[in-house]
């Protein structure tokens, strides 16, 4: 069976951290940005950026402390500006809907990888894989998104290799670090995708990575 290589298909459910704020102009239309707090059932929360177009806005409005649900792609953007993160990930939305209810984060990926996996140790000894995955946009464009897996998943991922394909299921989330600049300590977010399930893809129509 012919893999689909336009896979990107994230569904949200949680809390607006705090009212949109104006992101970019494209083609005419407004964008704006807010934080989406998402909570794991660890108590935990993740919390990420959502990009909406100011028509979906306009029939949803948001502030501070709304429920909503969002159902979208995740997208990388390359920051040339020199401040902040080199590789901005985020939400883009297609719908965005009211919604009560218990909080919610999956997602679905088939892309290639682009940069061979690293596996490493934690230091209490649990295994973890960092991988770059390159996921088509329609119309000739790619996302580059960083994924990482855990345990007997993560072995897995440790024996694949650049221009393999895989179809991921997961979640999309945030971890917070530290990063020491000219001796100072400071706290960063990271966003990243939670790898649950993956398997390998067809060969068929692959993109190049």
């Not at 345990?151 to 221009?163: M, P």
């Not at 977010?189 to 990575?209: N, R």
């Given at each position: 069976?012919?893999?689909?290589?336009?896979?990107?298909?994230?569904?949200?459910?949680?809390?607006?951290?705090?009212?949109?704020?104006?992101?970019?102009?494209?083609?005419?239309?407004?964008?704006?940005?807010?934080?989406?707090?998402?909570?794991?059932?660890?108590?935990?929360?993740?919390?990420?950026?959502?990009?909406?177009?100011?028509?979906?806005?306009?029939?949803?409005?948001?502030?501070?402390?709304?429920?909503?649900?969002?159902?979208?792609?995740?997208?990388?953007?390359?920051?040339k500006s020199?401040?902040?993160?080199?590789?901005?990930?985020?939400?883009?939305?297609?719908?965005?809907?009211?919604?009560?209810?218990?909080?919610?984060?999956?997602?679905?990926?088939?892309?290639?990888?682009c940069k061979?996996?690293?596996?490493?140790?934690?230091?209490?000894?649990?295994?973890?894989?960092?991988?770059?995955?390159?996921?088509?946009?329609?119309?000739?464009?790619?996302?580059?998104?960083?994924?990482?897996?855990?345990?007997?998943?993560?072995?897995?991922?440790?024996?694949?290799?650049?221009?393999?394909?895989?179809?991921?299921?997961?979640?999309?989330?945030?971890?917070?670090?530290?990063?020491?600049?000219?001796?100072?300590?400071?706290e960063k977010?990271?966003?990243?995708?939670?790898?649950?399930?993956?398997?390998?893809?067809?060969?068929?129509?692959?993109?190049?990575?």
């Open positions: 069976m012919q893999t689909d290589w336009n896979v990107n298909r994230a569904v949200l459910r949680g809390t607006a951290a705090a009212a949109p704020v104006v992101s970019h102009e494209n083609h005419g239309m407004i964008y704006w940005t807010f934080p989406l707090a998402v909570l794991r059932l660890s108590g935990s929360e993740d919390r990420v950026n959502v990009i909406v177009s100011g028509e979906l806005l306009s029939d949803c409005p948001v502030g501070e402390g709304t429920c909503v649900e969002v159902e979208g792609e995740v997208r990388s953007f390359n920051n020199g401040k902040g993160s080199r590789l901005v990930i985020s939400l883009y939305a297609r719908t965005l809907v009211r919604a009560e209810g218990e909080h919610l984060n999956t997602l679905e990926l088939v892309g290639v990888l061979p996996p690293i596996l490493r140790h934690t230091p209490l000894g649990r295994e973890i894989c960092d991988l770059m995955l390159a996921v088509n946009r329609r119309y000739g464009r790619a996302d580059y998104l960083p994924c990482i897996a855990w345990g007997a998943l993560a072995q897995r991922c440790g024996a694949l290799g650049v221009g393999d394909a895989v179809h991921i299921e997961g979640r999309f989330q945030s971890r917070k670090y530290t990063k020491v600049f000219d001796g100072e300590s400071v977010t990271a966003y990243e995708i939670s790898v649950m399930k993956l398997e390998q893809a067809g060969e068929e129509g692959k993109p190049s990575a």
